[in-house]
């Protein structure tokens, strides 16, 4: 990344997925980025986003390794204990809806709360977490994918909210949601033919370039893989 500090440091959670592992491998080819550190729920230190302890304890880990002039957040899933998304009210169930909720909102806000003080206390820095576009309540045309759709729409109101109260201190920070695309990963494999997939490397390249491009504003962005904004 060009905008950052020249001999920036990242840290990628959930590098073990296919948009983490992507984001990882590009910035280890960046010759600016001097040092990428991934986890995930199998790395040591390690951590589980329904283990809110687990969250704390990997950012009192990750202290020896801070500042992170860039920090993504590639966590996130569809299918939970092997179903998938609903598709319509008479599916809805509280314990599936929570679950939803739990991965890709409540721990990816916990995971915020520990990791923002990892953050520099001067200079640019970005804090990027992957959302998705049919978390936008202004663009659901199709409906269908309750959890999904509203966890996610959850995670963007964290964010935004987060990046408004981030801002008095770091006023050069960036705060973002991406959405990547239709990307081949294990998310994306039971919902999408892969011919009809995107490549997580070529997702990963036009996220980080929209990242750039970004100006702090105080408020969260919501982007896709282009660099467009999406209307929340
Ligand atoms: N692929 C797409 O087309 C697409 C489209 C729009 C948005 N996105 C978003 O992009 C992000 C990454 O998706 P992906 O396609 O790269 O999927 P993926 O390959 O399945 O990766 C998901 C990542 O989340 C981690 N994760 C899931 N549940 C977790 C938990 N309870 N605790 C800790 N880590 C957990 C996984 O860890 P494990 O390896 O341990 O399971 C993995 O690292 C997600 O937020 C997704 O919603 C993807």
Same mark, same amino acid.
């Given at each position: 990344m060009n905008t950052l500090d020249p001999n920036y440091h990242? %840290? +990628?959670i959930g590098a073990s997925g296919a948009l983490g592992n992507a984001f +990882? $491998?590009? %910035?280890?080819?960046?010759?600016?980025? /001097? /040092? +990428?550190v991934g986890v995930s729920r199998q790395s040591h230190p390690g951590f589980n986003l329904e283990d809110a302890s687990s969250l704390t304890a990997l950012a009192h880990? %990750? $202290?020896a390794h801070a500042p992170f002039n860039l920090i993504i957040d590639a966590t996130g899933a569809l299918t939970l204990e092997g179903r998938g998304p609903e598709k319509h009210l008479g599916a809805l169930e509280a314990e599936h809806l929570q679950h939803a909720f739990m991965v890709n909102a409540t721990g990816p806000a916990l995971l915020l709360r520990h990791l923002a003080p990892l953050l520099p206390a001067k200079g640019r820095c970005v804090y990027a977490k992957l959302s998705a576009r049919v978390g936008s309540i202004s663009d659901n045309h199709k409906g269908g994918w309750y959890g999904y759709r509203a966890s996610k729409a959850a995670l963007n109101m964290l964010l935004q909210t987060a990046a408004i109260e981030l801002a008095r201190k770091r006023p050069e920070l960036v705060v973002a949601a991406l959405q990547p695309g239709t990307v081949k990963s294990r998310l994306s494999e039971p919902f999408v033919a892969a011919q009809q997939a995107t490549d997580p490397a070529r997702a990963v390249t036009g996220l980080l370039q929209a990242l750039d491009s970004l100006a702090p504003s105080g408020r969260a962005h919501f982007i896709d893989y282009k660099g467009e904004t999406i209307p929340w």
């Open positions: 990242a %840290l +990628v +990882v $491998q590009a %910035l280890e080819a960046d010759p600016h980025c /001097r /040092r +990428v880990a %990750l $202290q």
